[in-house]
């Protein structure tokens, strides 16, 4: 195994069974402890970026990942940092391989999906972040001045939530895009999630709608709620209960290995495992908070406030 | 809060720390620009500032939310309110290209050590191989202080955060200072613009570029600024106060922040 | 004047009337003689691309360029080359001051629209189309092959026309974008024609849909079936005859004037050029035919044919 | 169509040398591959090989259409026609980025003027600086050529088209044979892969990249072959005979282009 890049509202449980899908054989569904499939696989490399998601994002702290190249990846925004990660960095157990930016870490991806071995850059130049990272500068042959240059990405696998599809993987996406277009081309396999299934001749009928088209796509899973507990935009919000409960639990390996046996080897399936953080109550809410029918509620937030002061 | 400062009679502060900072930085911002905004006070400042003196200033998130009016704060720069009611959802590659393009005024940054240069450290503290604490890293941040016209640095103020040497160049200040920025290829006129934090208010000095203070909170002394400075800042003979949070200010941040998830209480 | 670039589907009536238009200022409809403005303003460089449109294209065969760069703009498809184009470039009245290929020229707007100096790729390569172009080729610092490398190009103007947009410039597009996404980025000024004007509340609610935000555009002119006697997706098909009458009388000087007397100084507004094509029934039959009611009518087919016997 | 050939007896054709063409270009295509297209044969082509042997066939138009179900012939690459009902209407961008990512197998070019190594002119007649004759340029066909990974070349074939040297080098075939093509950086493996003919199909040596006759067409011989070439094609001891269309190609074409558009009465 080699470079694994996990996107934005990806499912957390699903996935990976079986990385050698052939080219358009997506009829088989995967879901299942997809999470301990990556760990059993340990991936040399995760390549995780920037403003992502909760649980991939600590696949280092849960000790699946030995190598990293970061560019925002021990951080949850205003929920604070990540204990497992840091933990992971601090202790040696994971080794941080290179540094890069989150435009730096798009762009590699862009590199990769035109095909070409670099893109330049302005960012990175004069920095740390630039002599821990894989770029190069040289002297643009054009004005004479120093420009970087961003060598291509290509991940071995990305996984990819999406509001719809169809059968054959064709996605639309409502909302922003972060890095899917360039990502979904760069990556070598790419498996697509999706809230829903739906028929191609939707797809067909509004063409200027597809960000993901099939032939990019190795598998597609139907999961309802895959994102949790990560937002779908328009669909269902962030659980920063759950959210909350995992932070908590992940500052020290003994909670991690607890939250793992309750809600990753516990569960036989996805569905056990949206019953176990609240069933369709706790769904319904999040869907309320989504179209700002409720306010969020979120306890790491106050545990923050106390924190600052 | 009450505090005993210089000497001088205790002063009732009706405002907190945090909301002090956010006034300050919302009255950087003009009207009629663009700016580069993250989750936190940054985004306070900036929906402050678009419900005062800048109605027409234009948000981009890195993610690619642009323009949105945004109805609760957001809890993260792909949270879906950074694109609600938006003039356009897009992408990271967009928003970063227009920032590389020249489109984005300013740009906001945090900082866990930062040097008289207005370079930054977010990446770790101790040395990089066996870090003593692993910071987020760059993020968006080197993009930000790299391509935004002006960068804006929010941070808290000590010695060990104000540093002659930071212990990793995550994003780009003014490098080495005078023209070294401009040298490596960074933007043409780029860079930190104003540094805020809990005492005062800070600049560059045009050709030097190093930090120079440009006004004290109230209550500050100078002799505070410089206990809380691990380099020498240059001190202006004029130095102004920093306008304190007004009442509108501060009734218009509860608004915002009901909940105090940022503000605090 | 510099550099033009004028876009698919664009107005060919309209434009122009005042270049330096301020920011924001985008309540001044601009609908008139934009044509003769254009040959008024003499440009010297018109960047007219590939796929493009019929009318801008045989700018140069129009007497108003005297320098092009040009990628594919001396042919209109099924319909042969075009003899104005052509006829000014063979008589040395234009001057053709650099080739490039379609996707050059798309990537030299990605690149402005980057903010780079460059874009790397690896077409043009070995050819005297690389030898006439303003590409360099430098060794790739990764992997030690040759690379092309395309500089920025950022047209002083473009002209797009969109199927709806708001009063600020924010424009939706159906169906492909061809390169209006990076070309609007990529232009100083950009003039945006469109079929009907929207509410921004609209726009607010469907954000994804959005291809050019406000902040790029500098006037918006409402202009129903601007984009005749080209098509505008899923609203009205070109016009073949209108096209056939162009290409036939555009075989000498003197017809190419016979044309801009008839069709551009001789009409006052846009909506007399639309009487003179055809008025309302011609407009409705091209709506039929781009819906597939009826089937196009196209006189220089035949003739195409005949000419290849 | 009557002709009298090589002294044999004259043979009453039911095709003509434009169906042939189509027939012949759509038999090289195969399933499950993709292909770039352009308007005119190409298209023609495309379709006849979707409506054959290649229903999983996935067409790219340059401007963004990408998976079509064609409903007319289109009479542009930008014509909605090439993107009625596709699988996804995108951009130039992605379209020609997928193209130089590998993605697509198989591209069509016309061509004025080819050489030995299948360099095309689509660019000038005579003279650069004071052409005789101005033809379209590149448009697409350099980033065709350069980018899928085997090419088509469709042509009219006579001592004025198949030269020595073309006038200008357009779009590269295997530039002077050899490895050159990709020692000039262009992709590995890829390059002209057919050029079909009124008389016949073309290959290129595997080793020198010399064109290679790879069939005849029907009543054509080897010396119409050598007559109409301005250069030595390489004729092996095999070679076979063009299959003509068959009469459900001929009835498919029909259906495809019944107003004879491209294909002609």
């Given at each position: 195994m080699g470079y694994i890049h996990i996107q934005k509202f990806?499912?957390?449980?699903?996935?990976?069974?079986?990385?050698?899908?052939?080219?358009?054989?997506?009829?088989?569904?995967v879901i299942g402890k997809g999470f301990s499939y990556i760990m059993g696989k340990k991936p040399t490399i995760v390549n995780n970026d920037g403003i992502k998601p909760i649980f991939p994002k600590d696949l280092k702290g849960s000790g699946c990942a030995n190598k990293v190249e970061v560019a925002y990846s021990f951080g949850h925004e205003l929920r604070g940092l990540s204990p497992s990660s840091r933990r992971a960095v601090e202790t040696g157990k994971c080794k941080v391989v290179g540094e890069i930016s989150n435009a730096g870490y798009q762009w590699r991806f862009l590199a990769a999906m035109m095909g070409l071995p670099f893109i330049p850059t302005r960012v990175m130049l004069g920095t740390d972040t630039f002599n821990k990272s894989s770029a190069k500068v040289i002297k643009d042959p054009f004005s004479g001045k120093p420009i970087c240059l961003l060598p291509a990405c290509y991940p071995d696998v990305a996984v990819i939530h999406v509001p719809r599809c169809d059968k054959y993987g064709n996605a639309q996406i409502d909302g922003i895009t972060v890095e899917d277009f360039e990502l979904s081309r760069a990556a070598r396999r790419l498996i697509i999630t999706t809230e829903k299934i739906i028929e191609i001749k939707t797809i067909r009928e509004e063409p200027y709608k597809t960000i993901i088209p099939y032939y990019l796509v190795d598998a597609v899973i139907e999961a309802p709620f895959g994102s949790h507990p990560c937002q779908m935009p328009y669909l269902y919000f962030f659980d920063e209960e759950h959210i909350a409960e995992w932070l908590s639990l992940s500052k020290t390996d003994e909670g991690v290995a607890q939250y793992l046996e309750k809600y990753v080897y516990g569960v036989d399936e996805f569905k056990d495992y949206l019953e176990l953080i609240g069933g369709s109550k706790k769904l319904a809410q999040l869907k309320r908070i989504e179209k700002l029918e409720e306010p969020m509620s979120a306890p790491w937030i106050k545990k923050l406030m106390e924190n600052k002061k | 809060m009450d505090k005993k400062i210089n000497g001088k009679q205790k002063i009732k502060e009706e405002y907190s720390s945090t909301e002090m900072l956010a006034c300050v930085a919302s009255n950087t911002l003009e009207d009629r620009k663009s700016v580069f905004v993250g989750t936190g006070l940054p985004m306070i400042a900036a929906m402050l500032a678009k419900r005062t003196h800048a109605p027409n200033l234009l948000l981009f998130f890195e993610a690619g939310g642009i323009g949105p009016e945004i109805p609760v704060l957001p809890i993260s720069v792909g949270d879906s309110r950074t694109f609600y009611m938006a003039i356009a959802a897009s992408s990271m590659h967009d928003s970063m290209s227009m920032a590389q393009a020249g489109y984005i005024d300013y740009g906001f940054l945090g900082a866990a050590q930062i040097d008289k240069y207005g370079n930054i450290n977010?990446?770790?503290?101790?040395?990089?191989?066996?870090?003593?604490t692993r910071l987020p890293g760059s993020g968006g941040a080197n993009d930000v202080g790299t391509l935004c016209n002006k960068t804006i640095i929010i941070m808290r103020q000590d010695k060990n955060r104000f540093v002659e040497k930071v212990d990793f160049l995550t994003t780009p200040g003014?490098?080495?200072?005078?023209n070294s920025r401009e040298k490596k290829g960074l933007p043409d006129g780029s860079g930190p613009y104003r540094v805020i934090t809990q005492l005062g208010v800070f600049g560059f000095d045009e050709k030097s570029k190093k930090m120079k203070l440009v006004s004290l909170h109230p209550n500050v002394t100078i002799e505070m600024i410089k206990e809380n400075s691990g380099f020498d800042i240059i001190i202006p003979k004029d130095v102004s106060i920093t306008k304190p949070p007004s009442k509108d200010e501060l009734k218009i941040l509860k608004k915002i922040d009901p909940a105090g998830m940022v503000i605090g209480k």
């Open positions: 990806e499912i957390r449980q699903a996935v990976l069974k079986q990385l050698g899908l052939p080219y358009h054989n997506i009829d088989q569904y | 977010t990446t770790v503290i101790g040395p990089y191989e066996h870090p003593k003014y490098l080495d200072g005078y």
